[in-house]
């Protein structure tokens, strides 16, 4: 059973219905639930939040029951029984329009972290049948969805670490044919690099190698930007690379502020927990 939270999200139950290793670093997860008709995203870099039980639970524990004050109630669980939440991008949606043996499913890409955190753990030992709970938009255009170029934009320019590539992929596989974009995706192995379909006229250059080194930077710097009245920039992944990035295309390349969105999805040395605490 799900129960609904402050609209336009809901709670939905799903289970792991396969899993596919992406490369060293990444796996994809597909989830399967009897109410996923009611699951509305237009992609793009849709954010989720995803809830997982510890070892040795069936499922993730979450007072779903109490609707609105589920947050309150969640917090006030012991750590070890409160279900691990994470935030993360859509990948895909796929509808089975109610054909027999062909459920609506969502891919989850997961990043394989070493030493592994609780949801790295999860995702690295996720099999068919496993449940998660899913706080999710039940209509499509929801402010969980942060790219959002404006309308006379007329390039786009995209830089996004391994956390971020599922988010990425996902956007240029929306754009549509004749827009121009820029891209620079981060990932620690050659085997992360991935083929993405696109009809837009993508430049699209994968930095590979030690995510310490300043080569995003610098090959952001270093790079000419095919030339534009109103580009759009997108910026997602490590929290001190996106203000350092976003410096850069404000500050020494002068895009206007407003037309370039930054998301940090993580920071260095940090978990979830208390990145959450901290804000």
């Known amino acids: 059973m799900t129960t609904a939270v402050a609209a336009p999200f809901r709670f939905f139950s799903l289970q792991v219905v396969r899993t596919r290793r992406l490369g060293p670093s990444l796996v994809r997860v597909t989830f399967a639930g009897p109410d996923l008709y009611a699951f509305h995203s237009r992609g793009r870099d849709q954010s989720l939040s995803l809830f997982l039980p510890h070892p040795g639970q069936t499922e993730p524990v979450v007072p779903i029951e109490l609707g609105d004050g589920w947050w309150a109630a969640w917090r006030e669980l012991p750590d070890d029984v409160r279900a691990v939440m994470r935030s993360y991008t859509l990948r895909a949606l ?27 753990h999860w995702a ?37 670490d391994e956390t971020a590539v599922p988010a990425a992929s996902a956007i240029l596989e929306s754009l549509p044919a004749g827009t121009r974009a820029r891209v620079w995706l981060e990932v620690p192995h050659a085997g992360d690099v991935q083929h993405v379909d696109t009809e837009a006229d ?48 404000v500050g020494e390349r002068g895009i206007d502020r407003r037309r370039v969105t930054f998301v940090g999805y993580w920071r260095l040395g940090m978990s979830e927990e208390q990145l959450r605490e901290s804000a």
């Not at 030690?210 to 030339?227: C, E, G, I, T």
């Not at 690379?241 to 295309?249: G, M, P, Q, T």
Request: hydrophobic share 40%.
């Open 94 to 120: 796929r509808r089975g329009h109610g054909e027999p043996g062909k459920p609506d499913e969502i891919d989850i890409d997961f990043v394989l972290h070493t030493p592994a955190g609780p949801a790295s």
């Open 202 to 249: 993508v430049d699209l250059t994968w930095l590979v190698g030690d995510q310490d080194s300043p080569r995003a930077v610098d090959a952001v710097r270093a790079a000419q930007l095919p030339p534009a009245e109103s580009p759009y920039v997108w910026i997602a992944g490590e929290s001190g690379r996106v203000k350092e990035l976003r410096r850069h295309f």
């Open 124 to 160: 690295s030992r996720a099999a068919a049948g496993d449940r998660v709970l899913l706080l999710g938009p039940a209509i499509a255009d929801n402010r969980a969805i942060r790219f959002r170029p404006p309308e006379d934009t007329d390039l786009v320019a995209i830089w996004g």
